[in-house]
């Protein structure tokens, strides 16, 4: 199977090129779009809609943590 490479070009975030193939890029990359989601609502001051336990919650951006991501 031949590699699927895609770059997408965001305004305010910095461009990063996944191969769709390769799960654990496509994970990463996830992973970095919900880091610098939650990032930007703190920061924002806005809350973050989730799914939690089977049920959808609301997390003030004061509770907002936002993960680190290694890679």
């Known amino acids: 199977m031949e590699p699927n490479p ?12 996944v191969d769709f193939d390769d799960n654990e890029q496509v994970i990463l990359a996830m992973r970095r779009g919900v880091a ?3 990032r930007s609502h703190k920061e924002k001051g806005q809350y973050v809609v989730a799914y ?4 959808i919650v609301i997390i003030e951006p004061e509770d907002i943590v936002v993960p680190e991501v290694a890679g």
């Open 6 to 17: 895609t770059a997408v070009q965001l305004d305010h975030c910095q461009v990063t090129t």
């Open 36 to 38: 610098e989601a939650m």
């Open 52 to 55: 939690k336990n089977g049920e």
